[in-house]
């Protein structure tokens, strides 16, 4: 699930303690990510999760960031599942629940670790009743990445996997938020410079419990253009995680804020499930999540 | 009065020896302040050479303005239209060549700038997307994906028929054709939109970058608060200074000028259009040169000394510092007017200065020495100067009621810097002419250089003097072109007859005069009677395509975006609900299709084509219904309209962010239009904003504060112009009525004053009558003629009239008072029309047709001015014999026997 990817490098979950990694000089950037996209999936297997997108103009309050205007809260649900040689591609579906307008809004994504090849989405919508899948054609370049359910996210930010098609620079060791951090850039190669937004990348990762803390991306002339701020950062099922992400778009002025409202792994998901029928066949759409309520209260 | 303005003729007489008993101190404080203005002027002048700097920051238009742009980001782009040399923008060397040019733009880093010339790369960063045939891209479905695929392929189709049928399908998008090729096939277009005007001010930091800045406690808690008094950053953002744009210009010119094997190119848009201006004040700076030295040449001829050369060009020189000095110490920002001003400064302070010296030099002559010359000639003259400089300076102040920035600045500038000549003349000009002076006029052994010149030349044959004259002209004519060459001649020759002739013109004029009176005056009321009717025929407007000359590049590339594409023009109508989701309602946006259509219906001829979110909904509706074009409509329901731009928003969240605001509650229509003036442009404004009323009346009551304007760079340059137009039009009838009060009340006759308004408003009509007759349109800079050429005809028909009237008061008799201001006011007159009139006529060969415009109407209405001062004054003196109040006047007059 696109947005459960979300959390692959960006809140950066990591199980266990950091202990083993204290010793920073023995680790490179590309390693610290790899850990992180490996704990992540192994989590990220077989989820049930309720999330609330909220976005907003934000201001400055007593040196506080916070929303200048009621937030436009979006409430989702969806559940994804694993695939793939060691279980690294992901499969996933998020239906909207609110607001009315956009109610019953699907989308359905396959996402490959293979480098090289895309990522496929569907979105359903319930009004038209139709599925179109959304490609941006001749995938070489320029093509602009997709906007998470209209927030400040796109599929840049939470696209997993193809580690190897970045370069990564350890800047310092430092602190931020009061934590030990590893502060690391992330650059892409050129054949991946021709899809991304960003020319690079910092991560500030959290030493001890390995969660990116904040990212920050830059455009190709080096100018910030967001931010990522991590909040709430919690051990869920062993694994440390930020259940609250804030998004910042620095040149508009706005954020988007991913909340892990409830989060629920290892449940027996069908595979028929993460199909484009989950989207089309609101009966059966209820019938199967029926069923996995039924195993959260197990 | 009377007597104030003898106590004032006598205190002047003293000044020029009083002050040169103190030259020292007057000099060492006179190089003390001009040393602190001269500091000033290179450390501390600002020039504020954006458009966006005429207007005030709180200007609805500006408002309007840097709200969308808030929104919307920045709307100056460069529409760069090419037309293939092959003849077809869809061959296959075109498109290849498109393909690779529009890489070039967007990843210009990257190019190797060892084949490339030294130009300001880093400007090229200003670039915010280049669209063109090489990438733009068709939404459409293909079974069940809805694919965003380019136009035309990165990998070309290997057949020519392939290729074919990729320009049917190209010519077949509505939305691209006349955006992006034209309908023929001929031309295509790069549209490269950039940031400026979006550029947040020097010093903006971001509040998010603050340390220690932290999320609040909220995000933690999944429980979003918000609070409405936080404070939002609104970026202010930067005046685009017009430097910018040259350099920006130069160097995406660099890059495109490498594809001129394939393509000619048309560059069309503000930066473009600016970065032609570059070429402009390149010509300017020569030309200002050519008139500098002409002024300098003619001084030097009409006065044969080198003193007469240099030291009003000191006087002038020190006016413009001072002036600018003052200005820049004030804290005041710069525009480029302030080329105006020096052009007034010179004008005036070479008025000043010729009226002084032709009286000096004339004593002199006469055999005075040089301590009583300089207090005789100041007697003469220094009231008359006081005088036009007060009229002057009075006409130009006028303008300060503009409510445009740099025009209220010009005039308060162009005032000071009359006064300042003023002074200079008066305090300075005494102790120039005591440290160097012609030692002996009448003497040849010591006679200056142009004296000696002109003996020798007078003692050559007639032959060879025809033979030397026929040889210069021929250089002339080889060296500076046909038309400059024969503006020159022109020149050599005027000046040849006036040095030679003017006493014997001067002498003949009274005669002429006195034989016909009623028929030059005939001559001039219906010179004037056709003026008068061809200002009103005038049209106040200001047009791009008019600005430069017909063979110009950007003019020829106005025309070619006009005849072939959609227009290059962008104006945008923005829609404000005041609501939350107001976008989406299906009556509103229903309201917006309407009002696009009703305007591309209503007005073919101007409007190209109009983009708004209601193309993008119906355009999605379409494709989520299997491209079938019945479903090219907004569908009916809110909810689908909602759920047709989420999967927009999705797909292309960056496009829909530069149409619709993030809540949906503001919008805009991009109008594209062809090229017209200021004044068709404000009657379309108008004519919109009916339109937009009636379209949008039916959904008032659902959204009471809807907001929708018309606003965009193109419609705050055009308000702009309206404004300067309008406003400067106003002002020079108020002008005119300040001048003519004060010559009455320092004239002391109501019927003299009235007398001498004619001759002043007549060059003024002239210029403004003939380019009603010819149909020449009145834009912002022809108008700031009007004060000048006000401001100079003025000051001649004040020192005639002055001369006249203090003559008439010592003789008692109209003849001889008319005799001597016609002879010794009409030599400096006609030196000072010589001089400004033939520098200001330099400027015609400006390519920039706002600057010819001055140039050739103010050189015009300056010898106008001349004829009036020698013809139709003593015309109208001989027959309405005014007396000024001086009693027992002799109303005789009789010059053909004086002459005979």
Redesign the interface.
């Known amino acids: 699930m696109i947005i459960k990817q979300g959390l692959t490098y960006l809140t950066a979950l990591f199980l266990g303690t950091g202990s083993l990694y204290s010793d920073a000089q023995e680790i490179s950037g590309l390693e610290i990510m790899q850990l992180v996209e490996d704990a992540q999936r192994r989590t990220n297997d077989s989820s049930f999760n309720r999330m609330?997108l909220?976005?907003?103009?934000?201001?400055?309050?007593d040196?506080?960031?916070?929303?200048?205007?009621?937030?436009?809260?979006k409430s989702l649900e969806s559940v994804s599942k694993n695939y793939g040689v060691e279980l690294k591609d992901t499969k996933s579906v998020t239906i909207t629940l609110e607001p009315?307008?956009?109610r019953g809004?699907g989308?359905l994504s396959y996402a490959y670790d293979e480098a090289g090849r895309d990522n496929e989405t569907?979105?359903y919508?319930?009004?038209?009743g139709?599925?179109?899948?959304?490609?941006?054609?001749?995938t070489?370049e320029?093509?602009?990445?997709?906007?998470?359910?209209?927030s400040e996210f796109?599929t840049e930010d939470t696209d997993t996997g193809k580690l190897e098609e970045y370069s990564f620079n350890i800047l310092e060791e430092t602190t931020t938020?009061g934590r030990e951090v590893w502060k690391l850039e992330m650059i892409p190669n050129e054949e991946r410079a021709r899809k991304t937004r960003y020319s690079r990348q910092v991560h500030y990762v959290d030493k001890e419990r390995l969660v990116t803390l904040r990212s920050e991306m830059y455009d190709?002339?080096d100018k910030e253009i967001k931010?990522l701020?991590a909040?709430?950062v919690e051990l869920v099922n062993d694994v440390w995680m930020s259940?609250?992400l804030?998004m910042?778009n620095?040149v508009?002025?706005?954020l988007s804020?991913m909340?892990f409202?409830e989060i629920y792994t290892d449940l027996s998901i069908d595979d028929e499930f993460l199909t484009q029928r989950t989207l089309t066949d609101a009966a059966y759409r209820e019938t199967e999540l029926e069923g996995l309520r039924a195993q959260l209260n197990q | 009065m009377e007597r104030i303005l003898l106590a004032l003729t006598k205190l002047f007489s003293k000044t020029p020896n009083f002050i040169l008993h103190y030259k020292r101190q007057v000099l060492a404080v006179l190089l003390a302040i001009s040393a602190f203005l001269f500091y000033g002027i290179f450390s501390l002048t600002v020039f504020d050479m954006s458009s966006d700097s005429f207007l005030e920051d709180e200007n609805p238009a500006q408002i309007a303005l840097d709200e969308f742009r808030r929104q919307f980001g920045g709307d100056d782009s460069v529409f760069i239209i090419y037309a293939a040399r092959d003849g077809d923008v869809f061959s296959r060397e075109s498109l290849t060549a498109i393909q690779n040019l529009t890489q070039d733009l967007v990843y210009w880093e990257n190019l190797d700038r060892s084949n490339y010339g030294d130009v300001p790369w880093d400007e090229l960063s200003h670039i915010r997307r280049v669209q063109s045939l090489g990438n733009i891209r068709v939404q459409e479905s293909v079974g069940d994906t809805l694919r965003s695929d380019r136009l035309i392929p990165r990998q070309l189709p290997e057949t020519e028929s392939e290729l074919q049928a990729l320009k049917r399908n190209a010519l077949g998008q509505k939305d691209f054709v006349g955006a992006f090729y034209s309908p023929d096939g001929l031309y295509g277009a790069i549209l490269v939109q950039t940031d400026y005007g979006t550029i947040p001010v020097e010093g903006y930091e971001s509040a998010v970058d603050v340390d220690g800045i932290e999320l609040d406690d909220g995000f933690a808690s999944f429980d979003l608060s918000f609070d409405e008094t936080a404070e939002v950053q609104e970026v202010e953002f930067q005046d685009t200074d017009q430097l910018a744009y040259f350099d920006f210009d130069t160097a995406l010119t660099e890059v495109y000028e490498n594809y001129e094997s394939q393509f000619d190119f048309y560059p069309v848009g503000t930066p473009s259009m600016m970065g032609q201006m570059q070429g402009v004040l390149d010509q300017m700076a020569i030309l200002g040169t050519l008139m500098v030295l002409i002024f300098s040449l003619l001084l030097w001829i009409l006065f044969r000394s080198g003193s007469a050369l240099v030291w009003p060009m000191v006087t002038i020189a020190l006016s413009v510092a001072w002036c600018w000095g003052i200005t820049v110490w004030l804290g005041v920002t710069i525009s480029t007017m302030i080329a105006l001003t020096v052009l007034l400064i010179f004008a005036v302070g070479i008025a000043d200065c010729v009226h002084v010296m032709s009286a000096y030099f004339t004593f002199r002559r006469d055999g005075i020495d040089h301590y009583e010359a300089l207090s005789r000639a100041y007697e003469k003259v220094s009231l008359a100067i006081l005088l036009t400089t007060m009229t002057t300076a009075a006409g130009v102040s006028v303008l300060a009621t503009s409510s445009l920035e740099p025009i209220k600045v010009f005039a308060i500038m162009s005032a000071m810097g009359v006064v300042l000549a003023f002074l200079f003349t008066i305090f300075l000009l005494p102790i120039l002419l005591d440290l160097w002076h012609p030692s002996s006029i009448d003497n040849k052994e010591k006679s200056s250089l142009a004296d000696r010149l002109g003996f020798r030349w007078h003692s050559l044959e007639n032959r060879t003097q025809l033979l030397i004259a026929a040889v210069v002209a021929v250089i002339v004519f080889l060296s500076l072109g046909f038309l400059v060459g024969a503006f020159i001649n022109f020149v050599i020759g005027l000046t040849y007859w006036i040095v030679n002739y003017q006493r014997v013109i001067l002498a003949k004029v009274p005669a002429i005069v006195e034989s016909s009176p009623r028929l030059i005056i005939l001559i001039f009321g219906v010179g004037f009677a056709i003026c008068a009717y061809g200002a009103t025929k005038i049209l106040i407007d200001t047009n791009i395509a008019e600005m430069f000359r017909s063979d110009h590049p950007l003019t020829i590339a106005v025309e070619v975006v006009d005849e072939n594409m959609s227009g290059a023009q962008n104006m945008e109508i923005m829609i404000d609900t005041k609501k939350t989701d107001g976008m989406l309602n299906v009556r509103l946006l229903s309201a917006v299709d309407q009002l696009q259509s009703r305007i591309e219906e209503r007005y073919p001829e101007i409007i190209g084509r109009t983009n708004s979110l209601a193309n993008i909904v119906k355009d999605t509706n379409q494709a989520m219904n299997g491209d079938d074009p019945a479903f090219y409509r907004i569908p009916e329901s809110d909810q689908a309209i909602s759920q047709l731009l989420f999967m927009f928003n999705s797909a292309n969240p960056d496009d829909r962010r530069n149409i619709v605001s993030d809540d949906y509650s503001r919008s805009h229509i991009s109008v594209t239009a062809r090229n017209m003036g200021s004044y068709e442009y404000k009657a379309l404004f108008e004519e919109i904003a009916s339109d937009v009323d009636d379209t949008f009346k039916d959904v008032e009551p659902e959204f009471p504060g809807l907001d929708v304007n018309l606003t965009g760079s193109m419609a705050t340059l055009m308000v702009m112009a309206d404004e300067v137009a309008n406003s400067q039009f106003n002002s020079f009838a108020l002008a005119l009525l300040i001048v003519s009060l004060i010559m009455m009340i320092s004239l002391g006759s109501i019927k003299g004053g009235a007398m001498g308004m004619v001759p002043n408003a007549i060059p003024a009509f002239l210029a403004f009558g003939l380019m009603g007759l010819f149909g020449i349109p009145l834009d912002t800079d022809t108008l700031l003629i009007a004060p000048i050429i006000l401001g100079i005809a003025v000051d001649d028909t004040i020192h005639f009239m002055t001369h006249y009237r203090i003559e008439l008061s010592k003789t008692g008799s109209i003849g001889m008072a008319l005799d001597s201001a016609i002879k010794e006011v009409g030599q400096a007159v006609m030196f000072t029309t010589m001089v400004i009139g033939l520098g200001f006529a330099v400027l015609s060969f400006s390519d920039y047709l706002g600057m010819a415009k001055v140039g050739f109407f103010g050189s015009m209405a300056i010898f106008v001015a001349l004829l009036c001062d020698l013809f139709l004054i003593p015309a109208m003196i001989i027959i309405f014999k005014p007396k000024f109040g001086v009693k027992n006047v002799d109303t005789q007059t009789n010059f053909h026997e004086a002459t005979t």
């Not at chain 1, 040196?63 to 809260?73: D, K, Q, S």
């Not at chain 1, 320029?142 to 209209?150: K, Q, R, W």
């Open positions: 609330q909220s976005s907003c103009k934000f201001g400055v309050t040196g506080r960031i916070t929303c200048a205007e009621r937030p436009r809260v009315a307008a956009e809004i989308m569907w979105l919508l319930s009004t038209l139709r599925v179109k899948r959304i490609a941006a054609g001749d070489d320029e093509t602009e990445p997709a906007s998470l359910f209209g796109t938020s190709r002339y931010r701020m909040s709430r259940r609250s804030t910042m620095l508009t002025n706005r804020n909340a409202v």
